[in-house]
Structures are given as C-alpha cells and as structure tokens.
Nanobody, 124 residues
C-alpha cells in the first residue's frame, strides 16, 4: 500500500510560478511510475505529467509541455511538479498518483494509488 500526500497549492496570479510536492509512504516508491493529474470544476480529471521510476522518462500533456517540468527524488520518496507561467485555465485541484509499474502513463485508470489533491487557483 502506498499513501500519497500533496502539498504546495495556493492562490497565485497569472504568470507566477508554484511548486507542488507529493510525499509517498512505503519502500516501493522507487519502483513506481508517478503522475500528476488535475480536475477543474465541472470537468473530468485530466493527465498533466508523468515520470518513470528512475526519472529517465517524462511525459506531458500538450497544455503544460514546456511549462510544468516533473521530477522525483527517490531518496526522499517525493515527486515534484514545478508550474511556471501559470494561466487562469490551470486552475484546478491537482492530484498525485502512483502506478505499480516502472513506466508512466497518461491514462487515469492505469494508476493504482491517489493522493487527496491540492488546490491551485490562478487569478487573471
């Protein structure tokens, strides 16, 4: 079992940056692929970014490519999402997820564990 806890959300202005963290429990974190998803009010949850078990492969939604680099520190059992050049349309609850295989995926149903989410609000 893996427990995930996100932190770092908040209220910022358009153009600002914000860094999200996801701390994972369990000794198997380093063998899992990780992902970030988001859900805006009235919309379905969507993929944002994914990273392989060792950080060697990263994968992004077109809407955030070049703005939201994902990274991980297996020694700290933590995955990060650095959000730059934020836009009002980035406003959402951001979720961290873990997948019991080494490679990332953009499909929600392929992730086995989820955090509780952290709110990110970007004002114009």
């Amino acid at each position: 079992q893996v427990q995930l806890v996100e932190s770092g959300g908040g209220l910022v202005q358009a153009g600002d940056s914000l860094s999200l963290s996801c701390a994972a429990s369990g000794r198997t974190f380093s063998s899992y692929a990780m992902g970030w998803f988001r859900q805006a009010p009235g919309k379905q949850r969507e993929f944002v970014a994914g990273i392989s078990w060792n950080g060697g492969i990263t994968y992004y939604a077109d809407s955030v490519k070049g703005r939201f680099p994902i990274s991980r520190d297996n020694a700290k059992n933590t995955v990060y999402l650095q959000m730059n050049s934020l836009k009002p349309e980035d406003t959402a609850v951001y979720y961290c997820a873990a997948r019991r295989v080494p490679g990332p995926s953009g499909r929600i149903y392929e992730y086995n564990y989820w955090g509780q989410g952290t709110q990110v609000t970007v004002s114009s």
